[in-house]
């Protein structure tokens, strides 16, 4: 059965910097498009990033854009979201999940790790 793990997550000041890494297995990860979501409390879970199959392509979020960046090592089936200049208001729990190409919805996810900011 496959898995997706997250990992990097933690406490920060305002300003600084995470990456956070998904580590898959159990499945062709470069069949599999993947992305960042994020849920803080009282919220809807967001897309923050998403990243193709090759990693060629990339969408962010409009409040992480020029911030935050997705990207994927195929050869290691990671996929990594690094975060800059961080903001109190990016405190979430973040998701990596993955879809299959032609797919609408993302079908496996993580367990989650914790970014928290402080201002």
């Known amino acids: 059965q496959g898995q997706l793990v997250e990992s990097g997550g933690g406490s920060v000041q305002a300003g600084g910097s995470l990456r956070l890494s998904c580590a898959a297995s159990?499945?062709?990860?470069?069949?599999?498009?993947m992305g960042w979501f994020r849920q803080a409390p009282g919220k809807e879970r967001e897309l923050v990033a998403a990243i193709s199959t090759s990693g060629g392509t990339t969408t962010l979020a409009p409040s992480v854009k020029g911030r935050f960046t997705i990207s994927r090592d195929n050869g290691k089936n990671t996929v990594y979201l690094q975060m800059n200049s961080l903001k109190p208001e990016d405190t979430a729990v973040y998701y990596c999940?993955?879809?299959?190409?032609?797919?609408?919805?993302?079908?496996?996810w993580g367990q989650g790790t914790q970014v928290t900011v402080s201002s």
């Open positions: 159990g499945r062709t990860f470069s069949n599999y498009r």
């Open positions: 999940a993955a879809r299959t190409v032609g797919a609408v919805e993302y079908s496996y």
